[in-house]
């Protein structure tokens, strides 16, 4: 039997792909079920999508991409009456995540080839998120962002509206079933519980983890940087972009959560740790650690404590760049000491 804290790891790692099925399953019932919400939907498009002349739709999950190599989350499409698609919304659902790379460009490029197929107005991609999910919202490669907040204003007014007046057990069920979806959406927006579930992002930390990204790029020149996503756990930036020759398996990374340090990670470097402690290689001040699960050997050295929380950000500004400057005085070190790394790190 595995431990009972591996199983709550394995359900914590679940929650985020969870959410995300609990928002796309409503959206596959509600476009296929509702002419109002389908309609409200393409709406929010704007001139960016013109429904054509149909006789039916259809909606699904995970259309197999033609242009490009991956799936969507669901394609809403338009049906004409020889039962060829005449128009078509390609749809992201993202709650917690920002994108993976790569995958607006290939929303794009799928677009593209729709649009060569079924007219310029006639296809589009749209990404669906909760209003603290700035990672995600507006990006070029997509032709709109519904807002889960949006969707939950619009479920309000048909309460309010169109089944205010619904009568008889079926508008009883209706009505009941639109407030049940309310309190889903309101749940992946972070405006309640879901269960056991924190919201990720957390609004205040999405918003450190934002500002935070922009002032280490422009400390960090040359640097990519990517922060965490906003858990209640999270709290992390990874910086890449500075390749050193000879350590394909390093990286550079700030922990400002549960532990506060800059640190180099040389993954499957363990068995490297006594040969480097004895080497008189470290920088001044540094410790090591294995993390034993992946057998990574981190090199770290010791920063300012941060609290990640967006209305905290202007005061540790000055802790901030302390640990930003520590990442590059690491990766100094190690690009100095490049050759000297690669032949102490190597399997003997």
């Not at 309190?183 to 992002?201: C, Q």
Request: charged share 30%; net charge neutral.
């Amino acid at each position: 039997m595995p431990a009972m804290q591996d199983i709550l790891n394995r359900i914590h790692r679940s929650e985020k792909s969870v959410r995300e099925r609990d928002l796309d399953n409503f959206l596959l019932e509600e476009l296929d079920a509702s002419s109002a919400f389908r309609c409200w939907f393409t709406g929010m498009l704007g001139d960016r999508f013109e429904v054509p002349p149909h006789d039916d739709v259809a909606v699904g999950k995970n259309p197999r991409r033609e242009a490009a190599k991956g799936q969507t989350d669901l394609r809403l499409a338009f049906i004409g009456e020889d039962g060829e698609m005449v128009g078509a919304i390609l749809i992201e659902s993202k709650v917690a995540d920002g994108f993976q790379p790569e995958q607006p460009e290939r929303y794009a490029q799928e677009v593209a080839v729709l649009r060569e197929c079924l007219g310029d107005r006639h296809a589009a991609a749209v990404v669906v998120a909760p209003r603290a999910n700035a990672r995600v919202a507006d990006h070029p490669c997509f032709d709109g962002t519904i807002r889960i907040e949006e969707i939950v204003d619009h479920l309000h007014r048909r309460l309010d509206d169109d089944l205010a007046g619904a009568t008889g057990p079926l508008g009883v069920e209706l009505r009941r079933r639109t407030t049940a979806r309310i309190g889903l959406l309101d749940a992946l927006a972070g405006k309640r519980g879901y269960g056991n579930w924190t919201p990720t992002p957390v609004p205040e930390r999405l918003g450190f983890m934002v500002r935070y990204r922009q002032f280490a790029e422009q400390v960090a020149v040359g640097f990519r940087v990517t922060a965490s996503s906003g858990g209640r756990k999270a709290g992390t930036g990874i910086y890449s972009g500075r390749l050193l020759p000879g350590l394909p398996n390093i990286q550079l990374r700030h922990d400002f959560g549960g532990s506060q340090y800059a640190s180099i990670a040389l993954r499957s470097a363990a068995h490297a740790e006594a040969r480097l402690l004895a080497s008189g290689l470290l920088p001044e001040g540094a410790t090591t650690e294995i993390k034993k699960k992946t057998g990574t050997l981190m090199i770290r050295l010791a920063t300012p404590p941060i609290d990640p929380t967006d209305e905290r950000f202007d005061e540790q500004l000055g802790q901030i760049e302390t640990s930003v400057r520590a990442i590059l005085r690491l990766h100094e070190w190690a690009a100095k000491n490049a050759a000297s790394l690669a032949r102490l790190t190597e399997e003997r």
